[in-house]
């Protein structure tokens, strides 16, 4: 579809299995992808075995290590409105496995006539379900066999836009223990009961390198001098932990994995570092060592930078970034204005606020699992449940 031809996969796995995945090494122009194609869960997979998807899914993890790793998350689905196997398969892909590490698109196929007004009438029901999307491109399919139209190079000059387009600074190399962390999450996923359950009160850590009061609000109220602080952003709670610059710089490998154990019950599932308008190799150095100290290479990572007035600048700035650092730490870019207009910092504020709520990990399997376990036990051994000497009810 992409390449107006069909792409012979380079290698494939578990076919008639729960995620299966292929791999092909496609061409566009002036670009080179390694497009790996996943099948999402049904609505009946429930009752499919976990240990299959859970050596499916690590095969998977393995094979993209071995590649350059993860630029971009494309979701596919049949226009009309999203369903619960199409929330379970955006948190399973996006949230659970690339850790919000990565951005994620939307491509829709559907009636030529809704091609249109699709997006209008369904953005608003996607975020209230917790999807959200950097881009959007809709595909107008044949109503007789349900192929997309793919005649005019406008529709897939679209497609393809969408794919070479930059959305991230750097890609993310699927290491550390994303394994160890991802198999809980889909694991609770598979179930029914993660969607009941309140979810444990997610922890921010910021580091502050800008050494002055920040205009920029990181939350209603919340500054980036904060010490600790607990805030309500769209009636979700968030906990917000400062870490100070100078413990990272001055403690060394083990002072840092001190602070890894201190923080690690709170359940860090986002990183915010605030970057000085002018940035030394002492600055560099601090954010790699955050990046180290709080798992950055699973924990997605947003960085503002002061001063500059544009994202154009901020992407330009990070170019100069030294090359280890680009290579190596993928990140989410914006800044502060460092005078104070109002009309711009509102601005920034509220893109701040938003991409906190889009790119917070949630702990889908702490709180639910045990949950689970609870109630499974009470059911069991309850005095008085049972009818007959087998248990049974």
């Known amino acids: 579809m992409i390449t107006g031809r069909n792409a012979a996969p380079e290698s494939s796995h578990g076919r008639g299995e729960i995620l299966p995945f292929e791999w092909s090494h496609i061409s566009i122009p002036q670009d080179d992808i390694n497009l790996w194609s996943v099948a999402g869960l049904d609505d009946g997979d429930e009752a499919v075995s976990t240990p299959l998807v859970e050596k499916n ?17 494309v979701f596919c689905m049949r226009a009309g409105k999203a369903k619960f196997a199409h929330v379970r398969n955006y948190n399973v892909f996006y949230a659970a496995i ?7 698109v939307i491509v829709v196929l559907g009636s030529s006539a809704d091609e249109h007004t699709w997006w209008k009438r369904n953005e608003g029901g996607l975020r209230e379900k917790g999807m959200r ?49 991802a198999a809980p999450d889909v694991r609770t996923l598979m179930g029914e009961s993660w ?52 413990s990272l710089t001055t403690t060394g490998s083990a002072g840092t994995r001190s602070h890894v154990s201190e923080h690690g019950n709170n359940g860090i599932r986002l990183l915010m570092f605030f970057m000085p308008a002018t ?3 002492a600055t560099w150095i601090t954010l790699s060592q955050f990046y180290s100290a709080y ?6 990572l947003i960085i503002i930078f002061q001063g500059p007035t544009g994202q154009k600048i901020v992407e330009n700035v990070w170019k100069d970034a030294p090359l280890n650092i680009q290579r190596r730490i993928g990140a989410y870019l914006t800044y502060c204005p460092e005078l ?36 499974a036990y009470w059911k069991r051994y309850r005095p008085g449940r049972s009818k007959d000497p087998t248990g049974r009810n």
């Not at 071995?66 to 630029?71: E, Q, S, V």
């Not at 921010?204 to 939350?219: K, R, S």
Request: aromatic residues 6%.
């Open 295 to 300: 798992k950055g290479d699973v924990i997605p």
């Open 279 to 281: 940035a030394t190799e």
């Open 340 to 375: 104070e207009a109002n009309s711009e910092v509102q601005a920034t504020t509220t893109t701040l606020t938003n991409m906190i709520e889009e790119r917070c990990l949630v702990a889908f399997g702490a709180r639910t699992l045990v949950l689970q376990g609870i109630r």
């Open 195 to 246: 969607r009941r359950e309140k979810r444990p009160t997610p922890t921010i850590a910021i580091c502050d390198m800008t050494g002055q009061e920040t205009l920029l609000e990181i939350a209603p109220g919340v500054r980036a001098s904060l010490q600790s602080a607990s805030v309500l952003i769209n009636e979700l709670e968030y906990r917000f932990e400062r870490i100070c610059p100078h």
């Open 57 to 73: 899914l690590k095969l998977f993890l393995e094979e993209i290590n071995l590649t350059a790793g993860i630029d971009l998350l």
């Open 98 to 104: 690339c850790r919000k590490k990565v951005p994620v």
């Open 133 to 181: 999307f950097e881009k959007h491109v809709y595909i107008p399919c044949s109503t007789s066999s349900g192929q997309p139209l793919l005649r005019d190079d406008g529709t897939r000059l679209r497609l393809v836009g969408l794919l070479k387009e930059k959305y991230v600074s750097g890609t993310w190399r699927v290491g550390g223990d994303v394994f160890g962390m």
